[in-house]
């Protein structure tokens, strides 16, 4: 193996071995750029090294031949006592990990050649800074002394001087403290600061390959998902030097602006400085067109330079470059980083002026980033300390009052007021006061709680767990760790996006993203691109993008973000408020007529709430499902009604009632137990009934002269016995209800893939459906055997620490386990009925990961919530090039 390659040997497909930064240099010393020369050590070396301690033998040979090469191009020796060649080592992975690892600069520097150094330069001050500062960075990071003690040593100079920056110490100064820390050495480590240039150089390299492992590199690759045994490359270059005077610099410099993604060369420069000045600010840097003023020509060749590398990785790209004495020099370049409005605007810029295609301008955005910008944002400086940190569950941000029931919610958005709900933790009964704020805020739950769910199904800003608040809903405040009291009516701010909540009203920018997709109109170069690219990912997609929406006002919103149906309708939320009477009211049925009434009574508000939805998504199709939860859900809590009956004076018989059928039907494992498909069957008439509603919202549409395309969706089906006896029963009303009506109901039945058992027998199941919607929320519970709300609050957050997950399994599918029998159930349910409709209507339906499998799966659509649609259509269409 070959261990050393020198710049002129590289190239940018080889970041693998040589490192990000290795590939970057070789590449732009092919195309001509100024680098000045150098060789990489590879990253096998450092696997090599790092796995036993010890370089490979070829290693020492291999780089002492490049730094004879090096040598003999710079025409100097390293560390020689005369005009000596100086080094920088410098760490560089395949993926960029700026400021994890070490670099160490002046690498040659000793007693005799820092004479030497002064002589050649002509500068005494600058050829002791230079020494100083590599016994410094040695020191630290080669022989493990602590950088405090060198820090302490230079205040203790520039006090005693009175000056205020190291740039005013002057040589005496500096040479003392050269002597002073070549002590700290000494007494630190018991050995004296390597005087051998070559000692310098093969230690420095050791060190770089162990700065692999260091504590910042460690945390910074886990929360990056960068692999652990990938290794650093070392780049060893001919040191510059920028800090030689007034016509010396360094800067950084971008070809578009990384914040906003407009073209123009934009960055900073530091005159007479090195590098790492820049990065540890110890002056302000000036903007780069100071040095247009300063430098002309230096200026435009800086400019032809990013010229060429834009072109050639046709790409924003950044670099680190250094001026001395009038040279210019190009250290360091790479594709840059940037924000996600930058991202959408570059990767349009360059698709228009046709340096990419437009399938290739796809996928330099993601979804994430256009969710990001979606929503209005704060406009906080570093001053705005949050009250709190939670889970940002629902991103966005929103200003409101501080409420802490539902009630109160309701009662004061009716008068206009903007409220943030403020709960331990969310249940079905604050839906009410989630759809009136702005903003839910609890101190309880995850990512999967409750709350999140459903705030985020309603695009509401939701922060949860926020743990360092202590809720009190009876005094109606809440009271932060360090003493902050909140009263109810007191303004907060909440960050969704962040996961923070603010005391007070924080400036809110409105997003002009948001409101161009939800209009399909607005101008400005980002709101063009960000239409420019959904416009591209509709034209590619296979996969049809459906909302999971309960209202008219969701699915109408859905729509305009450019849903193309109703993917899940779910009933349950229907069953609520005032109609939760009636709900006792069937559950409490002592025998079939009081049952049927009860069901009557629901009947037309159901058929009600289907034909909003119908109207909404006319010409689209939009699939019910039947009743899902267990009835209890719909049941006042057992404890509140026992200690009500106990505490009366007369017991209300009603109550008694109550709580007899609370008993009745108190499960072990409600997940488990009497809900889906099972409810439908054991509850007479209920099936009926949703059927009914449906069959007859459609005929209403029709007759109304509407284009409605409903789907009824039976739940939780093990079986295709159930599925079976559950169409009969469906099919049976539609054709009553299609008898007494004189229409045809076309109205297809499927079920959902929501247990191992449907899965695995999906080619039995097959013969009874008309569609499989795979809901993997369900069927990641049951395939994994645990209870997302139990499990995310209890042991996710160490299986996520012990990498026993990368990501949730309710984030993001799990591909091998449930993402395969989504393919098994795709693929067997596909050959018993070649018309058999899939999609996926779980949280994951709006995953951008999960959407690439589910098109690789060869799914017919996805279906989430309404806000993520547009991210969705993107990453569908960036699945599909
Ligand atoms: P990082 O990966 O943390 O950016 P670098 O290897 O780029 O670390 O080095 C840190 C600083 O040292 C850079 O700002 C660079 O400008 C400076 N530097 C590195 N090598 C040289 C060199 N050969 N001559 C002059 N400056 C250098
Ligand atoms: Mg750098
Ligand atoms: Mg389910």
Redesign the pocket.
């Known amino acids: 193996t070959k261990y050393v390659y020198e710049f002129t040997e590289g190239s940018r497909d080889m970041a693998g071995l040589l490192g990000g ?1 290795g590939a970057g240099l070789a590449e732009m010393t092919r195309l001509g750029l100024p680098v ?1 020369p ?1 060789f990489t050590v590879t990253t096998e070396a450092c696997k090599v090294y790092l796995a036993t301690g010890e370089e490979p033998d070829e290693l020492g040979v291999e780089a002492a031949q490049a730094l004879a090469g090096l040598e003999r191009a710079m025409g100097r020796t390293l560390g020689a006592p005369d005009d000596p060649l ?3 080592v ?3 992975a395949r993926f ?6 070490e ?1 160490i ?1 002046d690498i040659g520097l000793n007693d005799q050649s820092v004479t030497g150094l002064a002589k050649a330069s002509g500068q005494e001050r600058f050829a002791w800074d230079s020494y100083r500062r590599l016994i410094q960075m040695f020191g630290r990071t080669v022989m493990g002394v602590d950088g405090d003690l060198f820090e302490q040593a230079i205040s203790a100079h520039k006090a005693r001087r009175a000056v205020a920056t190291d740039h005013e110490l002057d040589t005496g100064e500096l040479v003392e403290l050269t002597d002073e820390f070549k002590d700290i050495v000494r007494k630190e480590t018991g050995e004296d600061f390597p005087q051998d240039p070559a000692e310098q150089l093969a230690r420095a390299i050791r060190a770089v390959f162990d700065s692999w492992n260091g504590e910042r590199a460690r945390v910074y690759r886990l929360r990056e998902h960068i692999p652990e045994d990938l290794g650093t490359a070392v ?1 060893v ?6 800090n030689l005077g007034p016509d010396s610099g ?1 800067g ?1 410099a971008f070809t578009r602006d990384p914040a906003s993604g407009e073209s123009g060369v934009y960055g900073d420069y530091l005159p007479d400085a ?3 000045d ?2 540890a600010g110890v002056r302000d840097a000036l903007p780069l067109s100071e040095l247009k003023v300063l430098a002309p020509r230096t200026y435009v060749e800086l400019g032809d330079h990013l010229r060429t590398l834009e072109d050639h990785y046709r790409d924003l790209c950044d670099v ?3 001026v001395e004495r009038g040279k210019l ?1 190009i ?2 370049t790479r594709v840059g980083k940037r924000t996600a409005e930058a991202a959408f605007r570059i990767a349009h810029d360059l698709g228009a002026d046709g340096t990419i295609s437009a399938d290739e301008a796809l996928v330099r955005v993601d979804g994430a980033a256009l969710t990001r910008l979606m929503f209005p944002r704060f406009d906080t400086t570093p001053a705005d300390v949050p009250l709190a940190h939670g889970v940002p569950a629902s991103p966005g941000a929103a200003v409101g009052v501080a409420v802490f029931d539902s009630a109160e919610a309701v009662r004061r958005a009716a008068t206009g007021e903007h409220v943030v709900l403020v709960r331990r933790e969310t249940t079905p009964d604050d839906l009410p006061g989630m759809i009136a704020a702005e903003a839910v805020l609890t101190s309880r739950g995850g990512k999967t709680s409750h709350a999140a769910v459903v705030a985020r199904g309603m695009g509401k800003v939701c922060v949860c767990g926020a743990e360092a608040l202590t809720v009190d809903p009876v005094a109606r405040r809440f009271t932060t760790r360090t003493g902050v009291v909140v009263d109810e009516g007191d303004t907060v701010s909440v960050d969704g996006t962040a996961g923070t909540v603010h005391l007070g009203a924080l400036p809110l920018t409105a997003s002009d993203v948001g409101r161009a997709l939800e209009t399909g109109t607005g101008a400005g170069p980002l709101t063009e691109a960000v239409l420019g690219a959904l416009a591209h990912a509709d034209s590619v997609r296979r996969l049809e993008v459906r909302a999971n929406a309960d209202t008219p006002e969701d699915a109408a919103r859905a729509r305009a973000l450019g849903a193309q149906g109703i993917g899940l309708c779910r009933t349950e939320h229907m069953f609520l408020g005032e109609r939760r009477a009636l709900v006792e009211a069937m559950i409490l049925a002592r025998d079939d007529t009081a049952r049927g009434q009860a069901l009557a009574a629901l009947l037309p508000l159901q058929r009600e709430d289907f034909i909003g939805i119908l109207t909404a998504m006319d010409g689209l199709p939009v699939t019910i499902r039947l009743l899902d939860p267990p009835l209890h859900e719909f049941l006042p809590d057992r404890t509140e009604l026992a200690v009500r009956l106990a505490s009366a004076a007369n017991p209300d018989p009603h109550d008694r009632d109550l709580l007899r059928a609370v008993e009745r039907m108190q499960e072990q494992n409600p997940m488990l137990g009497l809900r889906g498909v099972r409810l439908g069957l054991a509850v007479p008439g209920l099936m009926a009934m949703q059927v009914r509603a449906v069959a007859e919202a459609v005929t209403n549409r029709l007759s109304a002269g509407g284009r409605p395309h409903a789907e009824i969706m039976i739940p939780l089906v093990g079986t295709v016995e159930e599925l079976r006896l559950a169409r009969t029963e469906a099919e049976r009303v539609l054709a009553e209800v299609a008898a007494e009506t004189g229409t045809t109901l076309d109205c297809p039945i499927g079920t959902m893939i929501e247990l191992p058992r449907a899965a695995l027998t999906a080619g039995r199941i097959a013969e009874a459906a008309d569609f499989f919607s795979f809901g993997t929320n369900d069927l990641t519970q049951t395939t994994w055997g645990l209870s997302r709300d139990d499990a995310e609050a209890s042991f996710f957050p160490l299986y996520l620490e012990k990498g026993v997950f990368e990501v949730s399994p309710f984030d993001s599918i799990d591909q091998e386990g449930v993402g395969r029998l989504v393919e098994l159930a795709v693929e067997a349910g596909r050959a018993v009925n070649p018309r058999l409709q899939t999609g996926v209507c779980g949280e994951h339906g709006g995953d951008p990961d999960s959407i690439h499998f589910f098109h690789r799966a060869g799914l017919d659509y996805v279906s989430c919530s309404p806000f993520r649609i547009p991210a969705a259509r993107l990453e569908a269409g960036r699945a599909a090039v």
Do not use: H, I
């Open positions: 930064k000045p150098g100086l080094v920088s410098r760490s560089g960029s990990m700026p400021g994890m690892m670099t600069l780049n270059q001919a040191m510059v030097f920028g360094t950084v090195q590098g790492e820049v990065v680190e470059f250094t020099w250290l360091q």
